[in-house]
């Protein structure tokens, strides 16, 4: 229904706020370029709302109910707002890692915050899957208002077609043009993304990919010397728990089985 859709009502109390429902419409609307509003029954006043609601539009009943219709009856045009970031499963916590990332692009007071991080260790270490991770963290999905890009490389990425993927999420369309890390610019003007960079092998992969000052950028590679000027995040490989626990999920065990054991 949403594919269709052009504005979506949330109807807003005390109670529904902050429920993760709410959330992931709000979030799955804007990815999709619908205007959001916001209904509210009773005065929301004493209700802080959360982030993701705090551009959304409210109208109080019934003394809003003239300005709501008269909001409906115009066009709407809302900007997208991305999520590249692939699904994670089966997924095994390593909180002293996640924290790391975490205060590296948010404040104590969970704003935002435009750095450039590399995330580096061996081959299977789990820096992709720690990525994604972040990516899934409620509070960075909130931070960053503008989207959440994913960028796959690898040896030998295909440029052209990723080039392309990242202009079709933030703009809703396939590109008709050549000039697409100029037409990527110009949609990122300004806006609080965060990008990953996922398996970076060479600094001049990075280099097809300019990206303003406002947005943060998350490189995960084995080789940290390329991109001198960004902090480093190293990760070893797994604990003998963490390895366990990850064994145990693809097996369909519960964490600590004894047929783990030993």
């Known amino acids: 229904l949403l594919d269709e859709a052009q504005s979506m009502l949330l109807w807003l109390t005390p109670v529904s706020l902050n429920s993760p429902a709410l959330r992931r419409q709000v979030r799955l609307a804007r990815q999709k370029g619908i205007c959001v509003y916001g209904v509210a029954p009773e005065p929301l006043a004493g209700s802080p709302l959360p982030r993701v609601l705090q551009k959304v539009r409210v109208f109080d009943l019934p003394a809003g109910l003239a300005g709501m219709v008269s909001e409906l009856a115009k066009p709407c045009r809302a900007v997208r707002v991305p999520f590249m970031a692939p699904p994670l499963a089966d997924f095994v916590e390593r909180p002293d890692e996640l924290i790391l990332l975490r205060t590296a692009f ?135 728990e963490q390895a366990g626990s990850m064994l145990a999920l693809g097996l369909n065990l519960p964490s600590g089985s004894p047929a783990l054991a030993g």
């Not at 960053?144 to 703009?171: Q, R």
């Not at 940290?224 to 995040?233: C, F, G, H, K």
Request: proline share 8%; with cysteine; net charge negative.
């Open 106 to 240: 948010l404040t104590p007071s969970q704003d935002p915050v435009a750095a450039s991080v590399v995330l580096t260790g061996a081959a299977g270490s789990g820096k992709t899957r720690l990525a994604m991770r972040l990516c899934q963290d409620e509070d960075i999905v909130d931070a960053f208002k503008d989207g959440i890009l994913w960028v796959p490389l690898g040896d030998t990425p295909y440029i052209p077609a990723i080039l392309s993927a990242l202009h079709s999420a933030l703009t809703g369309v396939e590109p008709q043009f050549t000039n697409l890390p100029g037409s990527i610019a110009t949609e990122l003007a300004g806006k609080s993304c965060l990008v990953v960079f996922d398996d970076v092998r060479s600094a001049a992969h990075l280099a097809a990919f300019p990206l303003p000052d406002t947005c943060a950028r998350l490189i995960t590679t084995r080789n940290p010397s390329l991109i001198p000027d960004a902090r480093t995040i190293s990760i070893d490989a797994m604990t003998g």
